[in-house]
């Protein structure tokens, strides 16, 4: 950063390596999304199973 050095190929994969090595993703907004769009299921942390909203139209 000082010496004006872009470092965002390392800020990517250090990015990377910390989704890839976190036990629970984010992903509850992409599995939201699909259901929405494609009546998917979506899974659950607190409970067991697939569920699917009714979504308002």
Same mark, same amino acid.
């Given at each position: 950063? %000082?010496? &004006?050095?872009?470092? *965002?190929?390392?800020? !990517?994969? +250090?990015? #990377? +390596? /910390?989704? #890839? !090595? *976190?036990? &629970?993703?984010?992903? &509850? +907004?992409?599995?939201?999304?699909? =259901? #929405?769009?494609?009546?998917?299921? #979506?899974?659950?942390? =607190?409970? %067991?199973? !697939?569920?699917? *909203?009714?979504? &308002? /139209?």
């Amino acid at each position: 950063v %000082e010496n &004006n050095i872009a470092v *965002t190929g390392i800020m !990517s994969t +250090l990015g #990377y +390596l /910390d989704a #890839y !090595s *976190t036990a &629970n993703m984010p992903t &509850n +907004l992409i599995q939201a999304q699909r =259901d #929405y769009f494609g009546a998917h299921t #979506y899974q659950r942390t =607190d409970k %067991e199973g !697939s569920f699917h *909203t009714k979504w &308002n /139209d």
